[in-house]
């Protein structure tokens, strides 16, 4: 009986451990909030909507390594803004707010995840009305750019070069 209990317990360990991935991939919603699940766009896809003081749609997308992608927010509003958060990561910051850190983000991404992409309208700011319009563009780009290598600067030289030979 004791050696049943051990295989159930280890059984349940086991399960608990499998699934705890996919509880991190999982996205916690603000009440009024709607789930909308993307793929990544083979071309530049242009998302719509209203930020409803907490009822608007948020968004998963999911990366692939290697991946070369730019996200752009735009709206007319000074109190809208856009997170995105890594549903791999376990913290809840986001590693991106058009807040702090501009209107657009550009990268490569590192390792296979998920994106959350959380449109909002901030709360704390003095404002009028209840929500604002906003649009996301979510553009696949070629392989970031290798950065150039400088020549190497020529060496001082007792003998000057030769002149150019005339054809």
């Known amino acids: 009986m004791k050696d049943a209990f051990m295989r159930t317990m280890i059984a349940a360990a086991a399960l608990f451990f499998l699934t705890a991935p996919a509880m991190a991939q999982a996205p ?28 608007s749609h948020v968004y998963t997308l999911p990366v692939r390594a290697g991946q070369h992608v730019k996200v752009s927010f735009a709206t007319k509003s000074k109190f809208a803004f856009l997170a995105i958060f890594d549903l791999s990561k376990p913290d809840d910051e986001a590693f991106f707010g058009t807040d702090e850190d501009g209107s657009s983000f550009e990268t490569t991404i590192k390792e296979n995840t ?22 996301i563009l979510i553009e696949p ?27």
Not at 36 to 44: H, I, S, T
Not at 115 to 135: E, H, M, T
Request: hydrophobic share 35%; net charge positive.
């Open 28 to 55: 916690q919603l603000e009440p009024g909030e709607k789930l909308e699940k993307l793929q990544f766009p083979a071309v530049a896809m242009q998302l719509k909507g209203w930020t409803k003081f907490g009822n």
């Open 114 to 135: 998920n994106w959350l992409l959380r449109p909002y309208y901030s709360k704390v700011s003095p404002r009028r009305g209840l929500g604002a319009p906003f649009s």
């Open 141 to 167: 780009l070629a392989a970031a750019p290798q950065p150039k290598t400088q020549p190497e600067p020529e060496q001082p030289s007792l003998f000057p070069k030769a002149p150019a030979k005339p054809q």
